[in-house]
């Protein structure tokens, strides 16, 4: 089993629709949460954090659930800037290893 | 400004001829990653060290070793590149506390001929 897995993609949406990605993780001692999104040939940037409590940015929403290892982002009126590959990334404090998962395909069309 | 620095952008290299990877930060970050990734693929932990201490991930090829002389800089030593080996290469950095980023350089994409 993946260290993180992803809702295979792509996911091709209109412009305005809500899309929403999913992430579960297997180490249940992971201690933090990322969102990273990554354009055609270039390195990944950060997105946003995922906190216990859920945290939101503009359209971007990201929700955490521990007891089911389950994280999640939320995309609100799509916009055609969102196509890009969005990659789900898991923090294991006790060796310092960033996991990623092998990233979801956004395509907004119009 | 650039934070995480990776040297060259593009690299080709001759089947079997070893070459480096350069990483340079200007964050003093303790931590410092390398990752493979190849098309439509996630980025794949290579290695990573924090400070001093070498952090191999136990499916990483022996053709791959890491050297990290200071705190700032980071190389990636492919011994005998194969065509397998085509692929970009990330260099990141991060604090390594809880809850911290990691910051990406550009990425260095190596071709094998």
């Known amino acids: 089993r993946k260290e993180v897995e992803q809702d295979p993609g792509p996911f091709n949406v209109p412009e305005g629709a809500t899309v929403a990605f999913n992430c579960t993780y297997s180490n249940s001692a992971s201690q933090s949460f990322f969102w990273y999104r990554q354009d055609c040939r270039k390195e990944p940037k950060l997105l946003m954090s995922?906190?216990?409590s859920g945290n939101e940015d503009g359209r971007f929403t990201a929700q955490l659930n521990r007891a089911s290892q389950y994280i999640s982002l939320l995309i609100r009126d799509s916009k055609l800037s969102d196509s890009a590959t969005y990659l789900c990334?898991?923090?294991?404090?006790?060796?310092?290893?960033?996991?990623f998962g092998a990233g979801t395909r956004l395509a907004v069309h119009p | 400004d650039a934070m995480v620095i990776q040297n060259p952008r593009y690299q080709v290299t001759q089947f079997g001829k070893p070459v480096t990877l350069s990483c340079s930060q200007t964050?003093?970050?303790?931590?410092m990653y390398w990752y493979q990734q190849k098309s439509s693929q996630a980025p794949k932990l290579l290695f990573h060290?924090?400070?001093?201490?070498?952090?191999n991930e136990a499916d990483t090829p022996d053709n791959f070793q890491s050297r990290r002389p200071n705190t700032s800089f980071c190389f990636l030593d492919i011994r005998s590149p194969g065509l397998g080996d085509a692929a970009m290469y990330l260099c990141?950095?991060?604090?390594?506390?809880?809850?911290?980023?990691?910051?990406f350089g550009q990425g260095t994409r190596l071709t094998v001929v």
């Open positions: 990141a950095t991060s604090v390594g506390d809880l809850n911290t980023e990691a910051f």
């Open positions: 990334v898991v923090f294991s404090g006790g060796y310092n290893k960033l996991i």
């Open positions: 995922v906190y216990s």
């Open positions: 964050l003093n970050h303790n931590v």
């Open positions: 060290y924090y400070d001093k201490d070498f952090n």
